[in-house]
């Protein structure tokens, strides 16, 4: 990354501030040509310059272009609320995407993607454009278009995104915070300043019982990956950007890790990983009690291993009886689907945000609610509840049928291979669903209704709840009731699959890649590997995890608008847990080396009422925790891996940090500071457990590598 394009990244520094306003610690301004001041300000151009002029360090110039047409980006007013679930909003979104983009398609392949880098399309023009829209088009959907373009053109990939929570730190912070915040900032020079404590239960109280794991689902690392998995997967935009290899299937498996983590231990969820492989094999393997079935069984056992863990949970005796744990840690029964619409929704929800764009309070959602079908003109919103029955027995029906019929009355079968991306396509839905006008926008369609249940017919003039942005959503309990009844459609889908047999562990090519790749072989059974034995340790305490509670601090002040220069921090408690290691025993009885694939899952081993969980049932939980390759020599092999080197987690400081003041200066080291924001948090990586323990079974199985390789061809992000 070189320093002459990190300056876009300015552009983030406070989004309601004027662009020609110093940004940063640095106090960086940009020299912008008078004609790209708002008409307001174009009269009074020399004088607005000058006013800012002696707090200006240094200066970014931004060249002068011939404009795109922007008239429909700017459909959407600057202090409207923005909503990617509203589809009206993803198509000017789409449109703005689009012009910072400056896209130019080789024939071929989906990933075969160049970019023209003359006129129109350096970057200097990308610059330029961003610089002007900044000022006019809505801040909000300003912010995401931008990251989205950042992380697609290869000229500005490798930039790290600041995290949302800087930006806009109102949709993660009590909006009574922001009063003492400003005072702070103006009251107590820089460098005196402390930080504001922001309370745990802030919310709601434990009458509520699901508030108990309200710290899970208000964490700050939690709902930046889901804002951030919507940043790499755009719902709408040029195709080549939003056709990503798999995309329907992640949607799925994203979501369903959210829903194994929060229905249970709250593990992690990843968006960049394999489809559920673990799930996808043992599945299969032990549907039937078959011959061809027990064989299958057979051989993944040869390279699968299971141990039981204990999660214990270390926590002052006042914070005992206040477990703001997860459903099962905290024995609160699983989370049951939303699947009747017509009932009144017992969840209640009070955010207790602001929105500092808007200026308006984020409505909250009464016990009691009904859902109502939705008439709002402003929004161009139209539909009924009706809609949403008709558009989910469809998909049942394509599910039971075996096929769904594109927009051409064609039959596309639901395969092994492909039928799960065709589902997640029509159901989440993207510009990538088959046939919108049969099968609807059924999962976006669910959260702008549950959305505006407090306002169906905008007769009081409010916008949507959390539910209405991916920033937030993850902060409701009804988020992970609509989300089990999404994940419902998928597994009516998969029970509907044949198990492995034997022939197809030996011969069946299976896709496993995270873009488009080439299909490789995937044989189950890794001839002459066996894992002899694992464990996992903390503090050479085995089988053991421990958890408990940390504090964090965030830096408010590049959210914070018109306020004095230098560090505002709000002080968050949060999950952590120690660190440990597994240890994994593999031996290899071929006389040559081979390179495996190790993945890692685990699953909780008792049910609410403490009996043990039937596969069929643990077989949904399982969660990874992570997946790397080994080089294994013959004989014994002794393979230790730290939990901090999990390849589905992101580092904790991705979460907690300030981009500008930590920034290394080193080739290594800032390749290092620079990965991909997608994964889970990594202080979110262990379940909170209980104080007596919680039993978990660990999974480890090894593959033949060659039957994992994935040959990269031209991508546009990092996954």
Request: net charge neutral; proline share 6%; aromatic share 10%.
């Amino acid at each position: 990354m070189s320093s002459d394009k990190s300056g876009i990244l300015y552009l983030f520094d406070r989004p309601a501030e004027p662009v020609y306003v110093p940004k940063g610690s640095s106090k960086v301004a940009f020299d912008i040509p008078p004609d790209y001041l708002p008409e307001r300000y174009r009269v009074v151009a020399t004088q607005v310059f000058n006013r800012f002029g002696e707090d200006t360090d240094s200066k970014l110039r931004v060249k002068q272009i011939s404009l795109p047409d922007l008239s429909i980006p700017l459909q959407l007013g600057r202090r409207q609320p923005f909503s990617l679930f509203i589809p009206a909003h993803r198509r000017i979104a789409a449109r703005l995407i689009d012009i910072f983009m400056g896209i130019v398609y080789c024939q071929g392949p989906v990933s075969s993607v160049t970019f023209d880098v003359t006129g129109m399309r350096t970057y200097e023009d990308f610059l330029s454009i961003a610089v002007y829209c900044r000022d006019r088009v809505n801040p909000n959907m300003f912010i995401y278009a931008l990251s989205v373009a950042i992380l697609h053109r290869p000229d500005t990939k490798d930039l790290p995104i600041p995290p949302l929570t800087e930006v806009f730190p109102d949709k993660y912070v009590d909006g009574g915070i922001f009063s003492r915040a400003r005072e702070e900032a103006n009251v107590v020079p820089e460098g005196s300043r402390i930080p504001i404590e922001i309370p745990r239960d802030y919310t709601a109280s434990d009458l509520d019982e699901e508030h108990r794991v309200a710290y899970w689902r208000e964490d700050i690392g939690i709902n930046l990956h889901h804002w951030h998995w919507h940043l790499v997967y755009p719902f709408e935009g040029d195709t080549r950007i939003v056709n990503k290899d798999r995309r329907g299937e992640l949607f799925y498996y994203m979501h369903e890790q959210i829903m194994a983590s929060y229905k249970f231990i709250n593990l992690i969820l990843i968006s960049n990983a394999h489809t559920d492989f673990l799930q996808e094999v043992l599945c299969k393997c032990y549907a039937s009690v078959t011959q061809e079935a027990l064989q299958c069984h057979y051989n993944v056992n040869k390279i699968l291993h299971k141990t039981q863990i204990i999660l214990k949970c270390e926590m002052s005796p006042t914070q005992v009886f206040k477990y703001n744990c997860e459903r099962l840690c905290n024995r609160l029964g699983r989370v049951k689907r939303l699947i009747n619409w017509r009932e009144p929704i017992p969840e209640a929800y009070f955010p207790k945000l602001d929105s500092l764009v808007a200026s308006r309070t984020w409505p909250a959602r009464t016990g009691g609610s009904v859902l109502h079908d939705i008439s709002r003109q402003v929004d161009e919103l139209d539909f009924d509840i009706q809609d949403l029955e008709r558009w989910r027995d469809r998909i049942y029906e394509a599910i039971h049928t075996g096929a769904v019929m594109n927009a051409k009355g064609e039959r596309i079968p639901l395969t092994e291979r492909e039928g799960i991306n065709v589902l997640g396509n029509i159901m989440e839905a993207s510009i990538l669903s088959p046939n919108q006008n049969v099968y609807g926008d059924l999962h976006n369609m669910g959260h702008v209704a549950i959305s505006y249940i407090h306002d169906p017919d905008h007769r009081y003039l409010e916008s949507f709840g959390v539910m209405g942005d991916s920033a937030t959503a993850m902060r409701d309990p009804i988020f992970y009731r609509w989300h089990a009844f999404v994940d419902d459609i998928f597994q009516e889908h998969k029970n509907t699959l044949p198990q492995y047999t034997v022939q197809q562990v030996q011969r069946e090519r299976i896709f496993l890649s995270p873009l488009k790749m080439i299909c490789f072989l995937l044989k189950l059974d890794f001839p002459g590997v066996e894992i002899a034995d694992i464990k996992v340790a903390t503090n050479e305490q085995p089988n053991v995890l421990n958890t408990f509670w940390s504090k964090s601090d965030v830096d408010l002040s590049r959210g914070l608008d018109f306020t004095p220069r230098g560090a505002v921090l709000a002080r968050f408690t949060h999950l952590n847990h120690s660190e440990f290691t597994y240890t994994i025993l593999v031996n290899n009885r071929n006389n040559t080396p081979q390179r495996g694939t190790v993945r890692i899952f685990i699953g909780p081993r008792e049910d609410e009422r403490g009996l043990p969980f039937p596969f069929r049932q643990q077989k949904n939980l399982m969660i990874e925790m992570d997946k790397f390759t080994v080089m294994l020599r013959p004989g014994q092999n002794k393979i230790e891996r730290r939990s901090t080197e999990s390849s589905v987690t992101i580092p904790f400081e991705r979460t907690f940090r300030n981009l500008d003041e930590s920034r290394p200066v080193a080739d290594g080291n800032l390749q290092q500071f620079n990965f991909c924001g997608c994964g889970w948090p990594q202080h979110m990586l262990v379940p909170k457990g209980r104080k007596e323990g919680f039993p978990m079974d660990l999974f480890v199985m090894v593959s033949d590598y060659r039957g994992d390789a994935v040959k990269l061809r031209d991508r546009i992000v990092t996954h």
